[in-house]
């Protein structure tokens, strides 16, 4: 079956959430398109296509439905905002000029009634009337422009927006206005009153409103702007003149680079001259920078220390480590949490309901307000159209999305999938892996215990040729020790893996086998000559692995793996957190708990085999509820994806990371607190926004449209209503960028700030 394709859409056109709702059930509508979630703040949508899916499809349809799209490149520059910021700030200033004579003109005279006289003692109401008409219609036609040519299609269309709202509101003060300055005798007796200062402001101050929460936005996308600003524009390559600067999109796989001293490595490749130390902290965390040798590998935006490194491109554009950490931040930012289902549910109707709202306001203030009653008909009618503000329910989770995936990526945690965000803050057991999360994964021989009458060396030659074979920790340390002593390792034939047990083979035409105290059983070998260091070894929390040659047990391998430094104090800050801590390991069950004993770890779950860890996640969510598993290697992918939320070391294997929700770049486990504190704090940021913009439509549109005029209240003006709905839609964003302010738990050394 083929694999869906996944493009990112950058949109224009979205005002609000009605906006949303609407480009969705376009996309939903084109043939092969699988997903499509749609994100105001980001301005795009992340689509999945079928195998027979094509994008100019795709586009076409947003086309037809009024929302424009384009593809987004690999290597292209994000969406700028400083131009939309930049004209929002002209129109802002043009409108405002404009409307200020009008506004002191009118509500001055209110206000202040010398100034009223003087107007009509020296100008004239007739003449007065006639030029805030002028400066309110080059308003309109001008800066307000854009409420009018979205607004009155999307309303032609059958579903209106917030422009279409804002459109309404305005016409219908304005050509009242008009028709009471050049033709009052139509309108009923003292009715004939001017609202040309309501138009003006109102645009004013919705344009306003779009412009500090443009700018907002824009801050919004910062962490993604930092993380691209890592990697360099051009780059030393080898040409047939010697090394020149060219640009990095014209890099292939297998053009020969240079770093100098301080310069970054432009792609991801391996080191084929020089030797140098490389600052990896700002992807890694990793405060001290790493010897890089002939044959080691090197990452795009790293940078060089104070040699020389020549290296062979390896992976460029979209497939550098860089370059893909991106694409899964803007693909965690792009997806649609279980929480706003209901309000992009919501707000699609939303528009259409203040409509109808202001409708029945008009007629009711029509039918039984004091007369002349078409006045505070159309006074309530403009403030509710005006008022209501879906713009502010649309942006409540995806801008606090944006941000807090955004500042996560900042720590070295990055959300691969944006609903992890959601079900993080709900975990209540934290299941570790042991080797290579817990500990260094990094295991060394501490002891060689043999047979009298046999050789260490020769032991570990045996050993080590067999142990070529894998790449499991512990097979690699025994093939560190024979490398240390310079041992040369023969060919193993016909060789074969037991999962969780141990290894066999045949080499020199002996049968070797190597693995665990079970494993010796299994193959019926003898190991009671060793079974006492065997048991002290296990009880200190090293590993014993048995050497076995031809079903006759030969040799011991003490193994150690030390625990990480920052270990004790993650686990210490999880439990504090209220969340049970369960050590899931291959291991026995002796080396498994004088290990979690020396880390507080009371829960062990030990000698689980690679496939049963798995089958133990499944138990912990059957026992305890909602459970995160963190682990490395590629026998915790099954575990990873069981797991309510699957956690991957970013050390370890791409397909651990693959299976993940949440990858941690640096292999601290204190990313694990990190990125629970940074779920909390967004899932509280997002339950802010939304109480805001729901408190505020529910409390401020009948305040609008009139009903606490029987009481004794007052009747909304639609210019405090204008500034009411501006101040909406700014308060949550700005409320959302307090998520750049939040700190981790534990601060890591090159983490961007």
Request: charged letters at 15%.
């Amino acid at each position: 079956m083929a694999q869906a394709t996944r493009v990112q859409i950058d949109i224009t056109g979205m005002n609000c959430g009605s906006c949303v709702g609407r480009v969705e059930r376009a996309l939903a509508a084109v043939p092969d398109v699988a997903e499509a979630s749609v994100n105001l703040a980001s301005e795009s949508a992340l689509v999945s296509l079928g195998s027979q899916g094509h994008v100019d499809r795709v586009l076409a349809a947003l086309k037809d439905a009024g929302y424009p799209g384009s593809l987004r490149q690999a290597e292209a520059p994000r969406r700028d905002k400083s131009e939309e910021i930049e004209s929002l700030r002209r129109s802002v200033i043009l409108a405002a000029i404009l409307a200020a004579p009008v506004f002191f003109a009118e509500m001055g005279g209110h206000l202040y009634p010398p100034l009223h006289h003087w107007i009509a003692a020296n100008i004239g109401l007739g003449t007065s009337h006639v030029l805030q008409f002028l400066l309110t219609a080059f308003i309109l036609i001008g800066p307000g422009r854009q409420f009018y040519q979205l607004g009155i299609p999307s309303l032609l269309k059958g579903a209106p927006d917030m422009n279409a709202l804002v459109a309404l509101g305005t016409l219908a003060a304005f050509w009242f206005s008009v028709v009471a300055t050049f033709a009052p005798s139509v309108l009923p007796a003292g009715s004939a009153n001017v609202y040309y200062e309501a138009a003006a402001v109102i645009v004013v101050l919705i344009l306003f409103g779009r412009y500090l929460e443009a700018r907002a936005k824009g801050r919004a996308g910062e962490a993604i702007a930092k993380l691209i600003g890592l990697a360099p524009k051009t780059a030393r390559v080898l040409t047939p003149e010697g090394f020149a600067d060219i640009a990095i999109s014209e890099i292939a796989v297998g053009d020969v680079l240079q770093a100098r001293p301080g310069e970054q490595i432009a792609v991801d490749g391996v080191v084929t001259e020089g030797s140098s130390h490389v600052d990896e902290a700002m992807l890694t965390g990793e405060p001290l920078p790493v010897a890089k040798n002939i044959g080691d590998q090197v990452i795009a935006g790293t940078v060089n220390g104070q040699g020389v490194l020549t290296y062979r491109a390896e992976n460029v554009g979209a497939d550098t480590v860089l370059a893909r950490i991106v694409a899964m931040v803007e693909e965690a930012q792009g997806a649609k949490l279980p929480i706003q289902g209901l309000v992009d549910r919501i707000t699609l109707w939303f528009v259409p309901a203040i409509i109808v709202v202001a409708a029945v306001s008009f007629g009711v203030w029509l039918l039984f307000g004091p007369s002349p009653s078409l006045i505070p008909a159309l006074v309530a009618a403009v403030s509710v159209l005006i008022i209501a503000c879906p713009c502010a329910m649309g942006l409540a989770t995806p801008t606090s999305i944006v941000v807090g995936t955004g500042r996560a990526a900042q720590w070295q945690v990055l959300f691969r999938r944006g609903d992890a965000l959601q079900k993080l803050q709900s975990v209540d057991v934290v299941a570790l892996d042991k080797t290579g999360t817990l500990t260094q994964g990094s295991p060394e021989v501490t002891e060689i215990i043999v047979t009298e009458g046999l050789a260490e060396d020769d032991v570990l030659k045996v050993a080590a040729s067999v142990e070529q074979h894998s790449e499991h920790p512990l097979a690699q340390a025994i093939v560190g020790a024979a490398q240390a002593r310079g041992l040369t390792l023969c060919t193993s034939a016909k060789v074969t893996a037991h999962a969780g047990r141990g290894i066999e083979a045949c080499t020199d035409e002996h049968h070797i086998q190597l693995g665990s105290q079970r494993f010796m059983t299994e193959i019926g070998a003898c190991t009671a000559r060793f079974s006492d260091q065997a048991d002290i070894a296990a009880q200190s929390g090293q590993t014993p692995i048995f050497l076995a040659v031809s079903g006759r047990c030969l040799a011991l391998f003490v193994i150690a793996d030390t625990v990480r430094y920052t270990t004790p104090a993650a686990i210490d800050a999880l439990k504090t957190r209220g969340l049970e801590v369960v050590m899931i390991t291959g291991d026995t069950e002796a080396t498994a708990k004088s290990i979690a004993q020396d880390l507080g770890i009371s829960n062990v779950i030990a000698g689980v085999l690679p496939g049963g860890k798995s089958d133990a996640v499944r138990a912990l969510q059957a026992q305890s509820g909602i459970v995160a598993f963190v682990g490395d290697g590629i026998n915790d992918a099954p575990a990873l994806a069981q797991a309510d939320v699957g956690i991957a070391i970013g050390t370890g294997t791409d397909v651990a990371i693959e299976t993940a929700d949440v990858v941690l770049m640096s292999p601290d486990i204190n990313g694990v607190v990190n990125a629970l504190d940074i779920s909390a704090a967004t899932m509280r940021n997002i339950r802010q926004n939304l109480g805001w913009a729901f408190g505020y439509n529910v409390l401020l549109i009948p305040v609008a449209a009139g009903v606490l005029v029987p009481f004794g209240g007052p009747l909304l003006s639609p210019m405090l209503a204008a500034g009411a709905m501006a101040l909406s839609s700014v308060f949550v964003v700005t409320n959302a960028l307090r998520l750049r302010w939040v700190r981790p738990e534990v601060p890591q050394k090159g983490a961007l700030s």
